[in-house]
């Protein structure tokens, strides 16, 4: 399941983002009940997230966290959270030349990887 949370100011298709989510769990075999969290922040809260856990004073595009193998994780089906900075998001589609779903799509997936590669 993919949990997505946004401010209503930034446009986004929850549903497409929760299918494209979900496509990308079901190529790493991530079990049904398991929960994956998405968050569309701005420039302040990513830089304030990025300097916390990061120590970069930056807003970076994307940043993951994964929970899989956490002795702290409580909640058993949570694998992980990623974190994309929609402005940020915006202006890479922009320099690349692409369209903005189609970056978050890109952000979402390398944010996923970082989780299982972790």
Known sequence: MINIYSSSRYKINKGNIERFGQQVLDRYHV??????????????KMKQVALTYKNEDVALPVLSFAYINDPENTTENIIGEVVICYPQAVLLAAEREKKVEAMMHQLIEHGIQNIFSK
């Open 31 to 44: 079990d049904p009940s398991s929960v994956l969290n998405i968050a569309f922040v701005g420039k302040r």
